[in-house]
């Protein structure tokens, strides 16, 4: 290990959601230089959870030849509410934790100062931070994945609000009586637009005898069904799934359209594994919808656009924040 090398200027970041846990190392210069990736397993409970967190971390160190010495400080997202200045996860559905000392627990394990934020603030940050090289002044980050959130910037800063809860948009009603959401409402954005909702409408689509493309592709109990399936039956013209998902899009124009009357952002970026996989099939009639459903005057100049950083947003957003921390 040469001198220059040896110094402590790395950033490690930290995607931590309920199926995966994918970490990224990067350079003094936030480009990433290595990764690893394990299973979160949030069934076997949060001390085995935090326990697959540090192995990921020194895992994706030790591929790129690196010590935790050269490493300046991590930057977590973490699913759910997050509290960053006492370093506790304080609730995550997905994960059945409720106050959970992540920041503790890892910086004990790695010796490495850790900084925790909501996953979909990170996501937002590394977005603005990475992509927008025009610096708007506000932006809101919406991810449709597995759930839905988003990340708020105002004023160039994070807006985590007085319970440090802000952006949980997945959890607006817009349909009163709707699908049962995992928060235990009825009708939540995220009940009708995410991965999940998606999924759930096609498989019981399917039991009721729907034909689609999807079960020649994967056979009939869909077991191994991902995003990127449902943009290669719409392309092999499957008018079924091409209805899913035209519904969920239009779900999705709603909430921006809701979010821009509320917020007034300068821009709207949209991430996560489903807007990745059905960008071309999705955005503009998300746009359009918005357009519609929007106040007058409100959209006037507001951009929507895709995000481009895709899978890595969270580890980008990760290394953002420990930098920004350790300045
Ligand atoms: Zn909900």
Redesign the pocket.
Known sequence: MTEANAKSDHYVGVDFGGTKILTGIFDPHLKCIGKSKVSTKAERGASAVIDRIVRCVKDAIDECDLSLKQVKGIGLGAPGAVDPDSGKVIFAANLGWKDVALKKELEKELGVPVFLENDCNICALGVYETELKTKPKSMLGIFVGTGIGAGIIIDGKLYSGFNKTAGEV??M?LEVGGPK?????KG????LASRTAIFRRVLSAVKDGQKTVLTEMLGNDLKDLRSGDLRKAIRKGDKFVEKVIEESAEYIGIAVASLINVLSPEIVVLGGGVIDALEDEMMAIIVETAMDYSLNGTMNGVEIIASKTGDDAGIIGGAVLAKKETK
């Open positions: 997945g959890h009603v959401c995992g928060c235990g409402n939540c954005f995220e009940a």
